[in-house]
């Protein structure tokens, strides 16, 4: 007897990583922004590649921003530099002055990243402007209020770096590392 087909196409739900599941499990309460500028929930909430996974690029902390999934998708594999300025890499970054004992390194990721967006030839607004037009410019950024309260967390924690550490236990947040 012949099967029949199976017209059941699998989808692809998104890339996982610790990055995201602290963001949707709440454990990030002061990321509110992605990468872009747009507001961030658990239901718009995605992984963004910074160099492309097409491109070779990996899901590793330093290769990964949480971004809105349609800015994401409109991204596709184009180059970062088209759409990403320094100044709203920043924005995006000021949001995690934070540690998470044994988990999370906010100051650690910061590093990462700008390493990353360097390479990747990050640089100022005009070129997103000029290559993509209007259209994507960052909804806004960070509220200036939010703004000056990171950085005063930040000098704070600059003077005594165990202030900001959020504990949370590994076990609490049911991570895998190992996969």
């Known amino acids: 007897m012949i099967e029949p087909i199976n017209s059941y196409q699998p989808t692809f739900t998104g890339y996982q990583h610790p990055l995201k599941t602290l963001f949707k499990k709440g454990q990030m309460p002061s990321v509110k922004y992605g990468l872009y500028g747009g507001k961030l929930d658990i239901e718009n909430v ?18 990964l921003a949480l ?41 650690k990721y910061q590093d990462q990243v700008r390493s990353t967006c360097r390479q990747l030839g990050v640089g100022h607004p005009e070129t997103i402007t000029e290559a993509y ?12 209020k939010i703004l000056r309260s990171m950085r005063n967390k930040a000098k704070k924690a600059a003077k005594d770096p165990l202030q900001l550490e959020i504990q949370f236990p590994p076990e609490q947040l049911n991570l895998d590392f190992n996969a």
Do not use: C
């Open 46 to 63: 995605s992984l963004e590649h910074l160099k492309p996974h097409s491109k070779g690029g990996k899901t590793v902390w330093g290769n």
């Open 67 to 107: 971004a809105e999934r349609n800015r994401n998708t409109a991204r596709g594999s184009n180059p970062l530099a088209d759409f990403l300025s320094w100044e709203m890499l920043e924005s995006y970054l000021a949001q995690f002055n934070f540690r998470i004992k044994h988990v999370f390194d906010g100051y």
């Open 133 to 144: 037009g209007e259209a994507f410019k960052p909804e806004k950024r960070l509220p200036k």
